[in-house]
């Protein structure tokens, strides 16, 4: 089984439905991040949460929300999805005890189509 | 605001050929630099970190330098083959989790 899972794979939706997509892991790491993929713009950091109590906002936040469920449960909402937030959405984590200096490990990526 | 920039955007070689990718970084006060391979509708694959007090990392056919104070970073794959064929990230962390630059394609032909 893979450590880091991402759910859906695959979702298309319409403007203004709410939209969650959920990560999960088992390597036991504290910290976790969401980030978005656009082609030409590379990958940008939404939110990241170092652990159950601790949420902090990335680059580019705005129109998202999280939520951190227990230490290998984190999931992002699009509260009401519109056209521009069509992206492949990636989940990692990292351990907790090293600062920042410790290698992420990335999902297999979530692909989202807002129509 | 940390910017990472990666030359070229898009690379052509025939197998066999030894390669450099680059990368740079405007902050040089970083905790690490980390190359990542991303294979087309896949996720990321840690492939080399490099803390910041380090200057290179190896591993197999590829080695990683870090010159922090002149913020750059090379990729060095030698004896490149066709399944090395991917887009291959750098991200560097400072006071922040990483920031990417937008990643060099790389085709290896056979």
């Known amino acids: 089984d893979a450590d880091v899972t991402q759910t859906p794979r695959n979702r298309i939706t319409k403007t203004g439905k709410r939209i969650m997509l959920e990560c999960s892991q088992t390597k036991g790491h504290d910290r976790m991040y969401w980030y978005r993929q656009d082609p030409g713009l590379g990958l940008r950091l939404i939110y990241y949460s170092f652990d159950v109590k601790d949420i902090n906002k990335g680059e580019i936040s705005d129109g998202y929300s999280v939520s951190r469920q227990a230490q290998a449960k984190f999931s992002l909402s699009l509260e009401s999805a519109i056209p521009n937030q069509t992206a492949l959405y990636f989940c990692?984590?990292?351990?907790?005890?090293?600062?920042?200096?410790?290698?992420?490990?990335f999902g297999p990526g979530t692909r989202l189509t807002v129509l | 605001k940390q910017e990472v920039t990666q030359i070229p955007a898009a690379l052509s070689v025939p197998e066999g050929e030894n390669l450099v990718l680059n990368c740079s970084f405007t902050d040089s006060a970083i905790y690490n630099l980390q190359w990542f391979r991303q294979d087309p509708g896949k996720g990321l694959t840690s492939l080399l970190l490099?803390?910041?007090?380090?200057r290179e990392q190896t591993s197999g056919r590829l080695n990683a330098s870090l010159d922090k104070s002149s913020g750059r970073s090379t990729l060095y794959i030698a004896a490149s083959q066709p399944g090395d064929s991917a887009t291959y990230l750098c991200?560097?962390?400072?006071?922040?989790?990483?920031?990417f630059g937008k990643g060099t394609r790389l085709s290896v032909i056979a």
């Open positions: 490099i803390q910041s007090s380090q």
């Open positions: 990692a984590t990292s351990y907790g005890d090293r600062g920042l200096t410790d290698t992420q490990y």
């Open positions: 991200a560097v962390s400072g006071n922040t989790p990483l920031v």
